[in-house]
């Protein structure tokens, strides 16, 4: 469990993270989604203790992070899979956190087999591991002390379409088991894959929070036909509103089920039919990164 | 053009790596639980000094710097031993293999602390131990312990050698220390490296760090030979110049308050500014 109280960090004039305020529950894989720069990596550093807020506050399992005990067995942070000393093998990286949190070396290997590099990458130096690799060895970390609490900022980064399925199943067994997650990133689809609750963040604000379901409603549905003509004309009938879009689908502001009715009704046949994919979440994102890419430009 | 980056479609696969990456097993398991309630009490202090000693040794760079001052010891040792017919005392031994850690011991001290900022593993140790004051201090202790380890070790070693001219080269021994040549060598190298983590902590920055470390003294000798005010406040600040009673055998009065001040200036503010940098930094 995670709370965030009108939490805002300034640097110099420039408002990283603008009253934000959010709740992260248990048993629910919670994402944390923006542009780049929108402020999710500020707020997650807040919420672990590295960065001190200019005011409000966050908890993590009712208390400032800095207030646990032995903090690695309550929470999982990953806030930067290269911040790893390069240096070091992945298995001295995983062993030195084994150590201070108490746990045994077993869990070592454990954690190494869990997200399977093989026994020779773990005694590779982490100067010679990819991105990929880098996020595994960062997420076996955050798994080390069987925390309750998991923070992860961009963790499926460098990770294939495999890894993100991966991802999305351990993180849903971990909240099923009651744990409470947050991760972040910057790409919508991902989010969608991995999360039940998203919050979205754009130059420190947010912008939108609640179910995926909640979000992703009210977008209609797309539907084909071998008469299309006489399809929207039966629509129309109904008071529904049908519109073609540029992929020569027809697009009805209603659930899919009373298109079928209609179509049925009608005799019509339905060469496809499917609900409204997340066109609403994904324009205001692209606005918000739109938004971002101008700020580059100008900056 | 947009700001954000696109997720790599395929692996990306280590460059260096001669075979392929292994891959994430087709299934996610999810992690076995610790049995035993959750820890109520922090991290113990032992364990953090423990990790912290270990941090210096398990890399690269301060294995290497280890070996380099063994490497440097032993050539020492070595021309001692031929040269002369190896007829030194045992305290000019010692000044042998004490130098050379005094020298780059400190290095090890400054690269615990700056590490941290440098490879950003700050991000997992002040995640782990947020009381922040306590990881400065564990790091402190474990490279004054480190310095402790390698004075014995350079008593030992001369000891050794020594032993070795008389047995081999047939010298008369002698084996006669002076109690305080015997603090300030031991002084030297703690004081080095208490001053290199001080630095370290100071600065955040390794080349920052190392540079002001080996550049200010000799700066502060040369600057101190040309100015004369410079060279009347050396006498109290300088820790060259104060230090070198303590080879001679005897301390005043007031050589122990330069000594003091000196300390004070060159360990003890650096550390304590170091250590209040420290705790409130951002981690980044």
Known sequence: MITVERLTKRYGPFTAVDD????????????????????????????????????????????????????????????????????????????LGAILMGVGKHRVDEMVELVGLTEKEANRRVRNYSLGMRQRLGIAHALLGDPEVLILDEPANGLDPAGIRWMRDLLRGYANEGGTVLLSSHLLNEIERVADEIIVIGHGKIVAQGTKDELLAGAGCYTRSTDDDALMAALAAESLVAQRTATGDLHVDAEPIAVGRVAAANQIVLTELRGGDSRGLEEMFLDLTADAAREEVAA | MTATTNAPATVPVAPTSPNAESKLPATAKVPSRITGPRPTTGVPFTRLIHVELRKMLDTRAGRWLLIGIGAI????????????????????????????????????????????????????????EPRRIRVAWAKTLAALFVGVCAFALSLVLAGIAHQSAITFRGITGDWSVDGLALLGAGGYVLLGIAQGVGFGMLFKNTPAAIVVYFILPTAWSILGSMVSWLADAATWLDMQHTMQPLFEGSLTGEQWAQLGTSVALWVVAPLAVGIWRLTRAEVK
């Open chain 1, 20 to 95: 934000v305020s959010f709740e992260v529950k248990p048993g629910l894989v919670t994402g944390f989604l923006g542009p780049n720069g929108a402020g999710k990596t500020t707020a997650m550093r807040v919420m672990s203790g590295l960065t001190p807020a200019t005011s409000g506050r966050a908890t993590v399992l009712g208390k400032p992070y800095a207030a646990l005990p032995n903090p690695g067995r309550h929470v999982g942070l990953l806030l930067d899979a290269s911040a790893q000393h390069a240096g070091r093998t992945g298995r001295e990286v995983l062993t």
């Open chain 2, 73 to 128: 010891i032993a050539v020492a040792l070595t021309i001692m031993f031929f040269n002369e017919g190896g007829e030194h005392a045992f305290g000019e031994y010692l000044q042998a293999t004490t130098m050379p850690m005094a020298i780059i011991l400190p290095v090890v001290g400054i690269l615990a602390v700056t590490s941290e900022w440098s490879q950003r593993t700050g991000l997992v140790t002040f995640g782990l």
